[in-house]
């Protein structure tokens, strides 16, 4: 759930969107699509679970969960309003509206305790800088048996990045706050998480990312010109050539969490 830049306007606007969902496809702001959502879930059954999902962008994750694994209802949470409103437009579309709801936040969580079976983020977590409390306040709202089921950029370690690095974050522009697979592993523990996988990623989308840089510089480059201008088109492959310097070195490590609140189950 990424915050305002300092001018005010949203991290996620309309170019960025364009881009990312010509790349990732319909509904997406992170790669992968359906197939990685489904290797988040790693084949657990949610089939009538009531969902949270923490930094939903633009929706297209929840209305799979709904209509593909069989979640009863999702909320979706985001801090930016206009991600929030491109969601409920398309869940209204699809005649989903009753069962997948939208709510733009402040960071935190405002639930009651113990308010859902699942909680689930993809790639959003990044943007938020105290793991810690944001896994003890996933483990409040979580029913005993309930899960967290997410994944996250990560960096290798938590020493001050390297040059590669900060020039990857600086071409992303965005308020990345990446902590390593120790310290991720560590706060839920804390917070009270048992069964806890950390999942690297890092060689699945090196492979990824490579082949997504070669579609932006070749047969999608003229689309994502007419989408987001000149500009903005080289832009997105400055941060995918960024992107794939730190992939390649390790130091970048897209990486899968679940964690488990002991209990019954629903």
């Known amino acids: 759930m ?8 949203p991290e ?5 969107v364009a881009a990312l969902e010509l790349i990732w496809g319909e509904g997406f702001l992170s790669p992968g699509g359906p197939e990685e959502v ?4 790693g084949g657990r059954d949610i089939r009538g679970a009531q969902v949270l999902d923490i930094g ?7 209305l799979l969960l709904v209509e593909r694994f069989g979640a ?3 909320v979706g949470i985001d801090i930016e309003a206009e991600n929030i409103e491109r969601a409920r ?11 997948v709801t939208y709510r733009q936040v402040e960071p935190g969580l405002p639930f009651e305790r113990a308010s859902f079976d699942l909680v689930f983020s993809k790639d959003a977590i990044i943007h ?3 793991k810690e409390a944001l896994f003890a306040d996933i483990f409040g709202v979580l029913r005993p048996g309930g899960r967290l089921m997410a994944s996250d950029w990560l960096r290798q370690d938590d020493n001050p990045p390297s040059p590669e690095m900060e020039r990857y974050i600086a071409a992303e522009g965005l308020s990345f706050a990446m902590a390593s697979p120790a310290r991720y592993r560590r706060a839920l523990a804390l917070a009270g998480f048992g069964n806890i996988e950390v999942a690297d990623r890092n060689a699945w989308y090196a492979g990824v990312a490579r082949e997504e840089l070669a579609g932006l510089a070749g047969p999608l480059r003229e689309r994502l010109v007419e989408l987001v201008g000149e500009s903005e088109a080289e832009r997105q492959i400055r941060v995918w050539q960024t992107m794939l310097a730190v992939l390649d070195k390790g130091e970048l490590r897209p990486t899968h969490l679940h964690g488990e609140k002991e209990g019954r189950s629903r």
Request: proline share 7%.
């Open 72 to 74: 009863a209802t999702v």
């Open 89 to 99: 437009r398309r869940a209204a579309a699809k005649g989903l509206a009753a069962r």
């Open 38 to 41: 489904a290797a988040i879930l």
């Open 56 to 62: 939903c962008g633009i929706g297209g994750i929840d």
């Open 128 to 130: 938020i800088p105290d």
């Open 12 to 16: 996620y606007g309309e170019a960025m």
């Open 2 to 9: 990424p915050p305002m830049q300092a001018d005010g306007a």
